[in-house]
């Protein structure tokens, strides 16, 4: 016998306008409640498809529908069955067409959904060598899109900073974003000095993941060195003001900010990431040597000194150690 909720999933595919908004929004409304989104959670199999058949259509039914998946897509469970029929190709189909609204709620969507290791390999498109990895360009060329365009607005594309920390957590990902030929860190890089916390976490955080596979990857790491010594250093450099000595053993995109006061990174959380990046770079010996080679242990010196966080300044000491006892580099290299 049909329940109630058998009934409204139903009516999310009714050929009348006004019976599928009154479905849809009944649902986004259940899904704002744990209690709610256990009773639907019951009727996933009818659910989930109906309402990724919305995502695309017109905007008063696609926009509850995309509120509803987010918030179902929470749950681990409900995260797996979305993408298992087809929920991130669905959405990476119409990313970048859509209002800003509709493309922030996808880019939440995407989150959620790259919590999952299949989710990742979804959006990777892995085992398809032809295609992997079109998805993960198209997301950071979204990326790349300043939030300062839309200024005063929500920022449609900041939560793919979180999806690309997602993707960097896995091998796959990893590799696809150090791909010399895709240049794609280097990108992503760039929106470091965003005015978004959220962009600069994600940047932060998909920096440090590469990181760990500096061992294999070191290389490629610093073929993006213009871009990623201001993204680790600067955010670890203090604000004071940098002498001429010191700045004339940097190479210009470092001493150009360094030499004048600046504000610093206020995100202790970015400061952290900083310092365990350089750290998992130091600790190879070509890293080492590329971080002296830019003056880095004179910045580490004076940013250590004005900072106040105590979890930042064991990363301080713990990357200083490393440095100052990795193999004597430093008295190689003066």
């Given amino acids: 016998m049909a ?9 999310l595919s009714s050929p009348s306008p006004q019976v599928k908004k009154a479905a849809v929004d009944i649902v986004q409304g259940l899904t704002g409640s744990e209690e709610g989104v256990q009773s639907l959670a019951n009727h996933s199999k009818a659910l989930l498809p109906s309402l990724l058949h919305l995502v695309g259509d017109k905007k008063e039914f696609e926009q509850p529908a995309l509120e509803a998946l987010v918030n179902l897509s929470q749950e681990t469970a409900l995260s797996g069955k979305l993408v298992e029929i087809g929920m991130i190709e669905r959405a990476m189909e119409i990313f970048g067409k859509s209002d800003l609204c509709i493309s922030q709620l996808l880019s939440m969507l995407l989150v959620n959904l790259t919590q999952l290791d ?5 959006l990777l498109q892995v085992g398809d060598e032809k295609l992997q990895g079109l998805y993960l360009a198209k997301l950071v060329r979204l990326f790349s899109l300043s939030s300062t365009e839309n200024e005063g607005k ?24 150090l791909d010399p030929k895709r240049s ?3 990108i992503i890089i760039r929106q470091i000095d965003s005015p978004s916390l959220l962009r600069r976490k994600g940047v932060s955080g998909t920096i440090r993941n590469c990181c760990f596979d500096a061992e294999t990857q070191l290389s490629n790491l610093l073929l993006a060195s213009q871009f990623l010594w201001p993204a680790l250093l600067l955010p670890l450099a203090g604000k004071q003001a940098y002498s001429k000595e010191d700045t004339n053993k940097m190479p210009l995109e470092l001493a150009n900010p360094l030499s004048h006061e600046r504000d610093p990174e206020k995100d202790p959380e970015i400061r952290v990431q900083a310092a365990e990046s350089l750290y998992l770079i130091a600790m190879q010996e070509g890293g080492r040597r590329a971080l002296w080679s830019v003056n880095g242990p004179r910045i580490l010196e004076f940013g250590y000194q004005d900072e106040e966080d105590p979890q930042v300044m064991e990363g301080y000491e713990r990357l200083g150690s490393l440095l100052i006892h990795g193999s004597g580099l430093e008295e190689d290299i003066k």
């Fill in 3 to 11: 329940t109630e909720v058998d009934e409204l999933v139903g009516f």
């Fill in 118 to 122: 299949s989710g990742v390999e979804h």
């Fill in 154 to 177: 929500e920022d449609p594309y900041g939560h793919i900073g979180s999806v690309l920390v997602n993707i960097s957590r896995m091998e796959i990902g990893r590799k696809l974003l």
């Fill in 184 to 186: 794609l860190l280097k």
